[in-house]
């Protein structure tokens, strides 16, 4: 039962380009989670998403910032025109219907931007 | 709202020794707390978890925590620590029904020969 996967592992990205982060969550979980860690702090919440659905956004910038979890294929958290300030490590999670408590996280995607 | 306040930035230790790292909360409402473990350039890997019931909780690698209500902190520890316990470990609260973690700023365990 493969984890949960995140790509790429590694992105660099000029400022003003777009960046788009894929997160496949483990077999049977349908509740994506998205965490910021930036250098030297603690991961800080961003969205939380169900099949089709943003359940919780309070974590989100207003702007350049997005997040889906279509039906079909992994969720996305996408950044337009990233700044220097949006490098940092990003981390999906995932959990089950049935253990909504318990998250499993992939190994971050790291942006970097230059 | 839920805050995480762990102590210590970082802690050195010698291999063998016991440590103890952190973490103090502030809530409202009933909380779950939860002890993560992050290797370099890895994702985070769950320690333990408290989410009722006995306040003492063991975990994977030996760790084990204690919930104290009444001082609200969850200090993680260890009796005995091995260089393979280098790394950062978080301390996170959420409030229950769905995983919106509050994290911690972390603690770097170094653990040394």
């Known amino acids: 039962n493969a984890g949960v996967m995140q790509n790429p592992r590694h992105l660099v990205r000029r400022r003003g380009q777009e960046a788009r982060l894929r997160c496949s969550p483990m077999?049977?979980?349908?509740?994506v989670y998205w965490y910021r860690q930036l250098p030297e702090e603690g991961l800080k919440f961003m969205v939380y998403?169900?099949?089709?659905?943003?359940?919780?956004e309070s974590g989100m910038p207003k702007e350049r910032f997005s997040a889906e979890f279509p039906k079909e294929g992994p969720s996305i958290l996408r950044i337009q025109q990233v700044v220097r300030g949006d490098s940092a490590a990003y981390f999906c999670?995932?959990?089950?219907?049935?253990?909504?408590?318990?998250?499993?996280f992939g190994q971050g995607t790291r942006l970097t931007v230059v | 709202a839920q805050s995480v306040t762990q102590l210590d930035s970082q802690v050195p230790v010698f291999e063998e020794a016991p440590v103890e790292l952190r973490c103090n909360y502030s809530?409202?409402?009933?909380?779950?707390l939860f002890w993560y473990v992050q290797y370099p350039n890895q994702g985070l890997q769950l320690l333990l978890k408290?989410?009722?019931?006995?306040?003492l909780v063991k975990g994977i690698n030996g760790f084990e925590a204690e919930f104290n209500k009444s001082q609200t902190s969850f200090h993680l520890r260890k009796p005995s620590v091995h260089i393979s316990d280098t790394a950062e470990y978080f301390c996170?609260?959420?409030?229950?029904?769905?995983?919106?973690?509050?994290f911690g700023a972390g603690t770097r365990l170094a653990v040394h020969p």
């Open positions: 077999k049977g979980h349908s509740h």
């Open positions: 998403l169900q099949k089709e659905n943003i359940i919780d």
């Open positions: 999670a995932s959990s089950h219907l049935d253990s909504p408590d318990e998250a499993f």
């Open positions: 996170a609260v959420s409030r229950g029904g769905y995983n919106k973690l509050i």
């Open positions: 408290y989410l009722s019931g006995s306040t």
């Open positions: 809530s409202s409402v009933s909380v779950y």
